[in-house]
């Protein structure tokens, strides 16, 4: 009786253990999904009665009712989007069919320079053109792409400094421009961005906005709202940092 008793024990063990360890095809897990909603906004810019918000892992939200309504617009890309809103689009571009889903094709063209950059998984975060064909897209780790075709294909530009972050760019149609990013970096270019010399800057943090005020005037800003203005192209800054920010 103890020899069945023992060998019946034995045979349910080694079925459990069997059981236990045989293949078998696991549960099917829900599709991961990103709520608009629960991610970080970081530009906007309007067209008319259209809005376009994006932000980080990709996300574009679009509104055509001038904000009062959103909709998600499909991306290629879930690189974090910060684009600098644009002016002027080149005439040859303006009502002209985009790539992508044809109820988004107003907003892809601006963002493309962001999403170009995500076979290195570098975020790019400024763009600026010098006419409707040539421009400049530039990011992090020292990123600087250059299209020549409107967009359609960008191209690594070498990289004028170290792996420092390029946050903005900024320029007019004398191709004059301002490029500034982490650290202090200020670089300044007379020809469009096809050479680069670094500028003396007056703030060792990081500055994440540059604008062009005038032929020769500038105004950069960055942490702790401090700002700074210059004259002559960048030669000399003044302080311009507003009421109650400090140094940082």
Same mark, same amino acid.
């Given at each position: 009786?103890?020899?069945?008793? /023992? $060998?019946?024990?034995?045979?349910? %063990?080694?079925?459990?253990?069997?059981?236990?360890?045989?293949?078998? @095809?696991? @549960?099917?897990?829900?599709?991961?999904?990103?709520?608009?909603?629960?991610?970080?906004?970081?530009? %906007?810019?309007?067209?008319?009665?259209?809005?376009?918000?994006?932000?980080?892992?990709?996300?574009?939200?679009?509104?055509?009712?001038?904000?009062?309504?959103?909709?998600?617009?499909?991306?290629?890309?879930?690189?974090? $989007?910060?684009?600098?809103?644009?002016?002027?689009?080149?005439?040859? =571009?303006?009502?002209?069919?985009?790539?992508?889903?044809?109820?988004?094709? /107003?907003?892809?063209? +601006?963002?493309?320079?962001?999403?170009?950059?995500?076979?290195? &998984?570098?975020?790019?975060?400024?763009?600026?053109? &010098?006419?409707?064909?040539?421009?400049?897209?530039? /990011?992090?780790?020292?990123? =600087?792409?250059?299209?020549? +075709? !409107?967009?359609?294909?960008?191209?690594? *530009? @070498?990289?004028? &400094?170290?792996?420092?972050?390029?946050?903005?760019?900024?320029?007019?149609?004398?191709?004059?421009?301002?490029?500034?990013?982490?650290?202090?970096?200020?670089?300044?270019?007379?020809?469009?961005?096809?050479?680069?010399? *670094?500028?003396?800057?007056?703030?060792?943090?990081?500055?994440?906005?540059?604008?062009?005020?005038?032929?020769?005037?500038?105004?950069?800003?960055?942490?702790? !709202?401090?700002?700074?203005?210059?004259? +002559?192209?960048?030669?000399?800054?003044?302080? %311009?940092?507003?009421?109650?920010?400090?140094?940082?």
């Amino acid at each position: 009786m103890n020899k069945i008793f /023992g $060998l019946a024990f034995f045979l349910v %063990v080694l079925g459990a253990a069997a059981f236990a360890f045989s293949p078998r @095809p696991l @549960p099917a897990f829900p599709a991961t999904a990103v709520s608009a909603s629960r991610v970080l906004l970081l530009g %906007v810019a309007t067209a008319d009665r259209r809005v376009v918000a994006v932000g980080e892992r990709g996300v574009v939200v679009v509104s055509d009712d001038e904000g009062r309504s959103w909709r998600v617009a499909k991306t290629p890309t879930e690189i974090t $989007l910060t684009p600098r809103p644009l002016r002027r689009r080149p005439a040859r =571009l303006r009502g002209r069919p985009r790539r992508g889903d044809p109820d988004d094709r /107003g907003c892809r063209r +601006d963002l493309d320079a962001g999403a170009r950059g995500a076979a290195e &998984e570098k975020p790019l975060f400024a763009v600026w053109f &010098e006419n409707a064909d040539r421009g400049i897209a530039a /990011g992090a780790y020292s990123s =600087l792409y250059q299209t020549t +075709d !409107g967009g359609r294909r960008w191209e690594p *530009m @070498p990289a004028p &400094e170290g792996d420092r972050h390029f946050n903005a760019l900024a320029g007019g149609a004398d191709g004059k421009l301002l490029l500034v990013g982490e650290s202090g970096l200020i670089m300044r270019s007379g020809d469009a961005g096809r050479s680069w010399t *670094m500028i003396d800057s007056p703030y060792k943090g990081s500055f994440f906005g540059v604008l062009r005020l005038g032929d020769a005037s500038w105004l950069t800003f960055g942490l702790r !709202g401090n700002a700074f203005r210059s004259d +002559d192209d960048g030669d000399s800054w003044n302080s %311009v940092t507003p009421a109650g920010a400090g140094p940082a």
